[in-house]
């Protein structure tokens, strides 16, 4: 038990002392300024090419989102995550070795080259992160936690990160044992990390770009606007283009739906008129439930 206290506490200064890190040292492989930048750079697509022409550049919750997007990014992790699941997969993998079993690795990618373990890290993540999405929407107790982010009314990049910090422990709790079953030969999956934040971003900037026929396979800004749609179709009543990254399980697994374009298309879900505004009360709103 005191090796897991130590293990929790040690985590939590580690983590501090990285996060002074990053910011006081930019590198090309540095988590703080990649976001920074790339939130600089969808913002910026937004103020020249926006889709919505009347939607201020300083949008409705633009300033509670750009809140969400560091607290999501970062401080969660600081606040315990980071040492919550250290402790906890040090358990799990004791657990394990308990009933006899080293490790889960049951498909050995080690020997692939790098390029090739990132892209299948990529479409695995995304696909096992579809299913959860799914389930945020299906299971009404997950729901209560996911209407956080189905609050927006307004699309802006940093809506991405409007979420509740439940999610980060759903989807990486429910991520980690298929995850693990993959042995991968490499550590560093900040590519694929940051490419998620891009493309998310830009899922929920006020843009209207689709990328013509990439569209089937790459989630895109049209596509995600009719996730977030107020009424949904009557035979799709949980939800319609669950993707994060890409489109293409949608399409497979029948959940597409964009069936036209419009900008103005309301947001929200039904008796959203009574959902508080707050970063506090959003946080605590899923739990009284
Ligand atoms: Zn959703
Ligand atoms: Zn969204």
Redesign the pocket.
Request: glycine letters at 0%; aromatic letters at 0%.
């Given at each position: 038990m005191q090796d897991y206290i130590d293990l929790f506490i040690n985590s939590f200064s580690d983590y501090w002392n990285y996060l002074v890190k990053e910011i006081t040292t930019p590198s090309w492989t540095n988590y703080f300024y990649w976001l920074v930048g790339l939130s600089l750079l969808v913002f910026t697509l937004e103020i020249i090419k926006p889709w919505r022409k009347d939607q201020k550049v300083l949008r409705r919750d633009f300033w509670l989102d750009l809140f969400y997007l560091f607290f999501n990014f970062f401080l969660f992790s600081l606040v315990g995550y980071n040492s919550i699941s250290n402790v906890a997969v040090a358990a799990f993998n004791d657990g394990l070795k308990s009933i006899g079993i080293e490790n889960l690795v049951a498909i050995e990618l080690g020997s692939l080259p790098v390029w090739s373990q990132l892209l299948i890290m990529f479409i695995i993540a995304d696909f096992i992160q579809w299913n959860i999405h799914r389930l945020l929407h299906r299971v009404p107790r997950l729901w209560e936690f996911h209407k956080v982010?189905h609050s927006?009314k307004e699309m802006g990049f940093a809506?991405?990160f409007r979420f509740h910090f439940m999610e980060t422990i759903i989807y990486k709790s429910l991520q980690y044992i298929p995850l693990a079953m993959l042995g991968f030969g490499i550590e560093q999956f900040f590519i694929v990390h940051m490419l998620s934040v891009f493309i998310g971003h830009l899922?929920?900037a006020n843009l209207s770009w689709d990328y013509g026929p990439l569209k089937y396979i790459i989630n895109n800004p049209k596509m995600?606007l009719w996730?977030?749609a107020r009424d949904l179709p009557a035979d799709h009543k949980y939800g319609v283009n669950y993707g994060l990254s890409l489109s293409i399980w949608d399409y497979l697994f029948g959940t597409a739906h964009v069936p036209y374009h419009d900008a103005h298309l309301e947001l929200g879900f039904h008796g959203d008129e009574h959902y508080p505004d707050s970063f506090g009360e959003q946080l605590v709103e899923p739990f009284k439930k």
């Open positions: 982010h927006i809506a991405q899922n929920h995600h996730h977030h």
